[in-house]
């Protein structure tokens, strides 16, 4: 398990994703671009956010079965696990929310698939789509992070790459595991893509989650269906209080995040539900 971080200003793509949880069957694991390592920046996109004023373990964000998507078109189509879906499945929704959130549409429908997986294939999880919202908004701003944008592919402009985990001040150290395929840095690891996900723990959830037939974590469908199979480990159930911040806290274990995390969860559940009438 990770030790206690320093507070969410002090990184981008700290440990992320503890590695020692067990893992089911990997859906697909793919190989995405080697992309060069980066430059990095004093810039983090949690910086300006608020922790919640909310003791751990003792709520989970507030959900409402009003705001939670729908498939809109083509029943029987599957959302995870490597099936090709419509990637235009959930417009309607994911503008309407994005009118009411502010978060990017395009980043919204990856979330809302990523729930919709995750009722097809871990019903019991019950892990919502403002739930990964809010760790995409702390992690790298939607896929945003660093004058980025997230293209109509699901992809950013540019790939999105932390520190190298070396050991500096508030940064544990991990020797490289994946030859730099996925971060460009063959000396330490760097966690990758919209939801910052370390190269070694990438390669135990990777999932397709755009039905291409490839698992990125640039890509984030396939990131953010990855992201909710790690929360959703061990039969957790992330509805209740006891399973929330026992997911937030295993994809990193710091107070300070998994309080962002809530209040970034809960307001956009607020806001949709009040976008809805």
Not at 50 to 71: F, I, L, N, Y
Not at 175 to 201: C, E, K, N, Y
Not at 261 to 267: Q, R, T, Y
Request: glycine share 14%.
């Amino acid at each position: 398990m990770l030790p206690a971080l320093r507070p969410v200003a002090a990184r981008l793509g700290l440990v992320l994703l503890v590695l020692a949880v067990g893992a089911g069957g990997v859906w697909l694991a793919a190989g995405a671009a080697t992309p060069e390592a980066s430059p990095t920046t004093t810039d983090v996109p949690a910086r300006d956010i608020e922790p919640a004023s909310v003791t751990p373990g003792s709520a989970a964000p507030a959900e409402q079965a009003s705001v939670a998507p729908d498939r809109e078109q083509a029943p029987g189509a599957s959302s995870g696990g490597g099936s090709r879906r419509p990637v235009d499945s959930l417009d309607t929704w994911a503008e309407r929310t994005a009118a009411a959130t502010g978060v990017p549409a395009r980043a919204l429908r990856a979330y809302g698939h990523a729930e919709l997986a995750m009722r097809e294939h871990a019903p019991a999880c019950r892990v919502s789509w403002a739930t990964l919202a809010g760790i995409g908004r702390v992690e790298s701003d939607h896929g945003r992070y660093g004058g980025v944008t997230l293209q109509q592919d699901g992809r950013p402009s540019a790939p999105i790459i932390g520190v190298p985990l070396n050991g500096n001040p508030g940064v544990r150290s991990i020797t490289d595991t994946d030859g730099g395929r996925l971060d460009g840095d063959r000396r330490h690891d760097r966690a990758v893509g919209p939801m910052q996900f370390i190269p070694s723990t990438w390669m135990r959830y990777a999932s397709d989650g755009n039905g291409d037939g490839r698992a990125d974590p640039q890509q984030i469908d396939d990131a953010a269906v990855s992201a909710a199979r790690y929360l959703c480990v061990g039969g957790r159930d992330m509805s209740g209080a006891d399973g929330w911040w026992a997911g937030i806290m295993s994809y990193n274990n710091s107070v300070e995040y998994a309080q962002k995390v809530f209040g970034l969860a809960d307001g956009y559940a607020a806001q949709a539900a009040g976008a809805r009438g």
